[in-house]
């Protein structure tokens, strides 16, 4: 059931107007579109952030392909409009839409949007505010969407929490039905006989009656609106219920079986280049290792696999539907992939002769790396990707990354002889304890692998040491510990060009700002929020776009919050004290947090005594 009257407005007065328009015309393959008056819900999945970044994100295409097999309900896609598409729409009176049948986001049930990146705040806010839905959840009624927030940003969901309805933890597979069934059955609970909703006062009563039932239904559904943060000297200090009914803590939602949840075999073939043009196929969930500064592997427990043949099928039944020339296979740490070696022969074997590649991110830097390129090498593919994360042995240990130069090098020469002429590594900056012999160390590795290269290949081997700024995270070991100044930043990413000394070599850093921004999104607590809002309102788009970017904007707008920085973002916690996340339960919980940060403690003293 398309808006045929809203797709010919946007045909005669908005694409013409605005760059690249393919990005805002649905109609693609594999797109599915339901005649809205045979479904019982209508659910919006957005990413907030341009479409070549939405359509190459795999979770979207997991719970559109989840919610669409549904015969009562549809999933239609919605995404962060460009600046030029935002002005038209507004100069117009057209709101946000889906791309499938032209639907503003006011008129669905439910809206889900996935918060992936924290620097990406404000997006969120111009889609509810150009969708045509109240910016604050607090000013909503029945009439009004569900608004429901996933992704790791929701590890700590205190800075956008004041414009989400629900924020979910964990896995969206078991939650999203869940929450939209529930949400529909809350509808009709308070709908007129006339099929409308109570508005003004009424209407949001009937709303916070109808979310505290969501919140009491679902373990993993965290209500902001029902707890209260109190604050003592910049932070906060405790966070208390307002009803007794609802949880104290948040449970994640978990899949138990993996292998039973079907893979999207039908992915959307987008018009335009996207970040990632192909097949992805996620063979493993977790990750059996407990690195001290991933967030991933902390909130991705318990690790789960699919079995070979599912994989294989799935990327079969994929190649079909969409004629991509590339699969990738997805994980956090593919190579422990329990059948690594198997899947990846059982792959080549089915899609070589078909001249199809088969790409794998997400390798682990041990023994088994010697022998990888041999495995994973075809004649497209000439670049290989690791993250050793830091380049001593004793800093390794710090992190709990248990990995071998020994092991990185002999990998790298193994692929150097079969075919690969360039690696990328990515590093890490401003880890707690990190001393000058450790950003010795980033150059020295990266130097010694260009070298190799030059004695298998006669000319030394590009080698990029890809450096991010360190940001502790929630629920990581480091999550007490602060992080570095801006000036500290500076120093070492200064340090690490001037120490390079074969041209091939390229150490490319992060953008600090971003870092820093990063690092006050990330930590805040709900005053944040406000921050958030204020730069929005000032002009804030795009920001994890280079050239979107004022990080001016962001400090005024911080500081015009009365956020304190310092407290905030440099200085440490100690263990005792309430942190901004803590009502967010994660596997292993605090208690193991705790140990892990004692430990590092001990190690850190103990590297320090011996520089």
């Not at 060009?497 to 600090?512: A, D, F, G, L, Y």
Request: charge should be negative.
């Amino acid at each position: 059931m398309i808006n045929e009257k809203r797709r010919k407005q946007l045909e005669s007065r908005v694409w013409p107007h605005v760059q690249t328009p393919a990005q805002y015309v649905g109609g693609e393959r594999n797109i599915i579109v339901k005649d809205h008056r045979t479904l019982r819900g209508k659910l919006a999945v957005g990413f907030p952030d341009a479409y070549t970044i939405g359509m190459s994100h795999h979770g979207l295409q997991v719970l559109y392909s989840l919610m669409n097999r549904r015969e009562d309900w549809c999933a239609e896609r919605v995404f962060t409009p460009w600046p030029d598409m935002e002005e038209q729409l507004r100069k117009n009176d057209i709101p946000l839409y889906s791309l499938e049948t032209f639907t503003a986001l006011s008129e669905f049930d439910v809206v889900g949007l996935s918060l992936q990146y924290e620097i990406s705040s404000p997006n969120v806010l111009t889609m509810i505010d150009l969708g045509g839905i109240p910016l604050e959840a607090c000013d909503r009624t029945m009439a009004d969407p569900l608004m429901v927030a996933g992704g790791p940003c929701c590890q700590n969901p205190e800075p956008m929490a004041e414009y989400f309805d629900v924020m979910i933890t964990g896995d969206g597979e078991p939650a999203l039905p869940t929450i939209c069934d529930l949400w529909l059955k809350l509808k009709d609970r308070y709908r007129r006989d006339d099929g409308s909703f109570a508005d003004g006062e009424i209407g949001r009563k009937q709303r916070e009656d109808a979310l505290a039932e969501v919140a009491r239904s679902l373990d993993c559904a965290y209500v902001p609106r029902f707890y209260q943060p109190e604050y003592n000297g910049g932070r906060i200090a405790d966070l208390k219920r307002t009803r007794d009914d609802v949880p104290a803590t948040i449970a994640p939602s978990v899949i138990s079986d993996l292998d039973g949840i079907p893979l999207p075999t039908s992915p959307i073939v987008p018009y335009i280049d996207c970040v990632h043009d192909r097949i992805a196929i996620e063979i493993m969930r977790g990750c059996p290792h407990l690195c001290r500064f991933c967030q991933s592997t902390v909130i991705k427990r318990p690790l789960r696999i699919r079995e070979v043949e599912t994989i294989v099928d799935a990327a079969w039944e994929s190649y079909l539907n969409t004629g991509h020339n590339e699969i990738s296979i997805l994980s956090l740490s593919s190579s422990d992939y329990p059948h690594f070696e198997p899947l990846v022969k059982r792959l080549h074997e089915v899609f070589k002769p078909l001249g199809v590649n088969i790409s794998v991110p997400s390798l682990r830097v041990n023994d088994q790396l010697r022998s990888l390129p041999q495995l994973i090498g075809t004649d497209r593919r000439s670049s290989l990707t690791l993250a050793p994360e830091v380049a001593r042995d004793d800093m390794r240990e710090q992190i709990r990354k248990k990995i071998k130069n020994s092991d990185l090098i002999e990998g790298c020469r193994n692929a150097f002889q079969n075919g690969f002429d360039s690696v990328k590594l990515y590093f890490m900056c401003g880890l707690p304890g990190e001393r000058e012999v450790d950003l010795d160390g980033i150059v020295d590795l990266a130097e010694t692998i260009a070298t190799v290269g030059k004695e298998v290949r006669g000319r030394y081997a590009r080698v990029t040491a890809s450096v991010s700024n360190f940001v502790p995270k929630a629920h990581t070991p480091y999550q007490w510990n602060g992080m570095q100044r801006r000036e500290y930043f500076k120093w070492a990413h200064k340090y690490l060009w001037n120490r390079r000394q074969i041209r091939s070599v390229n150490v490319k850093c992060h953008n600090i700002e971003t870092s820093l921004l990063e690092g006050v999104l990330s930590r805040g607590d709900r005053r944040t929020g406000n921050a958030i809002r204020l730069a929005w309102e000032r002009g804030a788009r795009m920001d994890g776009w280079t050239e979107y970017l004022d990080p001016e904007r962001w400090w005024t707008a911080i500081n015009d919050a009365g956020i304190d920085i310092e407290k905030q973002v440099h200085e440490s916690y100690e263990m005792m004290d309430k942190l901004p996340w803590d009502h967010v339960n994660v596997k292993f919980g605090r208690g193991y947090l705790e140990k892990e940060q004692g430990r590092a403690t001990v190690q850190l003293a103990a590297m320090a005594n011996a520089v």
